[in-house]
């Protein structure tokens, strides 16, 4: 037994090492290095810093939302509901190619980041708690300061009414319960996959790419995200007389803790067991 205790601090030791030292991310163990020493320079952040990125993040997810409502304004009429609800995966991934590639701190894309120096023992559950809750915060004023925004200039400018919110909204709420906190879970384990992902590559297009199908696989799916859903529902509740601020409240519940158990315990504790139990053989 501490023959293994002893492996085990020996193998967390030379993982934070590595994480200081990046050279490569050619082999799964450099990327899982990779991960941690991101997550540690996240952790690093001090909250004032943290909260307006995410701000700024909760603002970016915006032009997503943007993009889907001048789409179904654009095609309704012409087609079946659901089918434009599907063509909305086509326009779904600007906001986080935006915030991805400008490193801005979106909750979702950072649950599995921040997890894995916590499971590493280099962080503790309060400090992890610490940053999610900054920003989460962060994510909620910056998205509702952009459905403040747009909802007083799009009618103006012919791009949607107020009615499109209504229906944006309405279509991602009316799911029961259960199903919407199981597919949050999804919308959290593929932002999760994503960010492993981004950190085995370099090259700028390749990422692109890999934002576009993740994401583009979420907007088809019509899997719940919770900041992009802040927005959607947020936009709904201010114009619509049949959802309310419960309503909205509950949705959020379900769809941050959803995604929080899809990127950081299915994406980051079930990754970081494999890579562990690999290199403990």
């Known amino acids: 037994m501490k023959s293994k205790d002893k492996d085990q601090e020996k193998h967390q030791e030379e993982l934070e090492k590595t994480s200081e030292e990046i050279g490569s991310v050619d082999e799964n163990r450099d990327v899982l290095s990779h991960v941690m020493h991101e997550g540690e320079e996240i952790f690093k952040i001090n909250n004032k810093a943290i909260t307006l990125s995410a701000i700024i993040a909760g603002l970016e997810i915006g032009f997503s939302y943007f993009l889907i409502c001048s789409l179904y304004y654009l095609l309704s009429g012409t087609m079946a509901e659901n089918t434009i609800f599907k063509f909305f995966s086509l326009v779904y ?12 701190a979106l909750f979702t894309e950072q649950t599995s980041v921040l997890a894995i120096p916590v499971l590493n023992g280099q962080r503790t559950i309060w400090e992890l708690l610490r940053v999610w809750g900054l920003v989460i915060l962060g994510n909620l004023i910056g998205g509702i300061l952009f459905i403040l925004f747009i909802s007083l200039l799009a009618p103006h400018l012919n791009l949607f009414t107020h009615e499109t919110m209504v229906k944006i909204g309405t279509h991602v709420v009316h799911y029961d319960a259960w199903v ?18 981004i950190n085995s590559v370099k090259n700028s297009l390749t990422r692109i790419f890999l934002i576009f199908m993740i994401t583009g ?52 504790l079930f990754k970081y067991r494999i890579f562990e139990s690999n290199n403990m053989k």
Do not use: Q, R
């Open 217 to 268: 696989v979420i907007g088809f799916g019509g899997f719940h995200h919770s900041i992009v859903g802040n927005i959607e529902v947020f936009g709904a509740f201010l114009h619509s007389n049949t959802i309310t601020f419960l309503d909205y409240l509950a949705f959020l519940s379900l769809a941050i803790v959803g995604n929080a158990i899809g990127g950081a315990v299915v994406v980051g």
């Open 180 to 197: 919407l906190f199981l597919s949050a879970i999804v919308a959290g384990w593929l932002m999760g996959l994503l960010n492993w992902l």
């Open 93 to 104: 991934p600007v906001g986080f190619i935006l915030i991805v590639l400008g490193k801005s």
